[in-house]
């Protein structure tokens, strides 16, 4: 069992600002892995010479600015997927945690799966925009921007098209969330201490190994995904996909029937080399993030440490502690007399 906290210091807006600028400045260190996964796997002629290759190949023929396509798209997408997954997920959490405050492991990964189902389904077609910008070719664009994209997908192939492949991404969420489930409960019997005390650098380890596993178990049906994202007969050579098919499952057997059994883990590589420094920029930044904010409402000295500011109560809420001060404020005010009036 764990104990569900949050650090009341933080204020709810506060708390998804810092997520979203650690996870925005993550994206696009890491950007360039991100294409290269995209590209495996739809399976486009730029990776038939492998990765190095294929990230070579891109900025001789379209430019080192091409490593970043789509990375605005997924930047953008971020802040409405962060504030959907936050807010489904804290009425999960409440809804699975018992009387005393505490949530078991399992029900927690739960929480976060579900929350993560629910924005991912509305923030889907942003995802389809995403991919289609990744496999365009830059110089010769079939879409010029994003809004372009999303009323080009809209008119010429319909709303449905904006949600191609939404049903393998909800699927691949079961293995997911059984891959952090075992993860993390091995983990914990592994450091021999409730996670609810774990260190930043546990914590660390513990976020790249089941990110790492469970984006393995997942990955056939993040594979199909893409490419029911990147196929349309509106785009030239049907959207550079390595193979046709009619849906999910004629995708599953096609890829097997062509590429192997292994075709459905092409761009495993670059996207595990992603998640150390994925997540190593989103910790570090999340966290000097979190220090200005509780800096800013005064309860540490200063953002560079946690020195705590003494004579602060650090149970009080950010709101709480202004009305505090305030009030104190007011009270040692000297007052003016009658004669001065």
């Known amino acids: 069992m764990a104990t569900w906290r949050r650090d ?3 204020t709810a807006v506060q708390r998804l600002g810092c997520a979203g600028l650690a996870g925005a400045l993550s994206l696009s260190l890491t950007a360039p892995l991100e294409l290269l996964t995209v590209l495996a796997q739809v399976g486009t002629w730029h990776c038939r010479r492998g990765l190095r290759g294929a990230g070579r190949c891109l900025c001789r023929t379209e430019g080192v600015r091409a490593l970043w396509k789509g990375n605005l798209t997924a930047c953008l997408r971020l802040f409405p997927y962060s504030a959907l997954q936050l807010a489904a997920s804290r009425r999960l959490v409440i809804l699975f945690t018992d009387e005393l405050g505490h949530i078991s492991h399992w029900r927690a990964i739960m929480a976060g799966s579900l929350a993560g189902m629910v924005a991912t389904t509305v923030t889907y077609p942003t995802d389809v925009i995403k991919t289609r910008l990744i496999v365009q070719n830059r110089l010769e664009p079939s879409y010029e921007g994003i809004l372009h994209a999303f009323y080009k997908i809209y008119h010429q192939e319909g709303l449905l098209a904006l949600y191609r492949g939404v049903s393998p991404a909800i699927l691949g969420a079961v293995p997911f969330s059984a891959g952090s489930f075992f993860v993390y409960i091995n983990l914990d019997k592994i450091w021999r201490e409730p996670i609810v005390h774990f260190t930043p650098l546990q914590n660390f ?6 990110a790492g596993v469970a ?21 030239p050579h049907y959207g550079a996909v390595d193979v046709h098919f009619t849906g999910m499952a004629d995708c599953f057997r096609q890829t097997v029937k062509n590429k192997g059994v292994l075709g459905l883990w092409s761009g495993l590589t670059p996207s595990l080399l992603k998640i150390v420094p994925y997540f190593g920029v989103m910790f570090s930044t999340f966290e000097f993030c979190k220090r200005v904010c509780l800096y800013r409402n005064g309860y540490i000295e200063s953002p560079l440490n946690y020195k705590l500011t003494p004579g602060v109560d650090q149970s009080l809420q950010p709101q709480e502690l202004r009305e505090l001060k305030l009030l104190r404020r007011e009270n040692f005010e000297p007052r003016k007399s009658a004669l001065e009036n």
């Open 215 to 235: 984006q393995t178990l997942s990955f056939p049906f993040e594979t199909v995904k893409r490419k029911m994202q990147a196929q349309s007969p509106w785009l």
């Open 205 to 210: 380890i513990n976020g790249c190994v089941a």
């Open 8 to 10: 009341g210091r933080v």
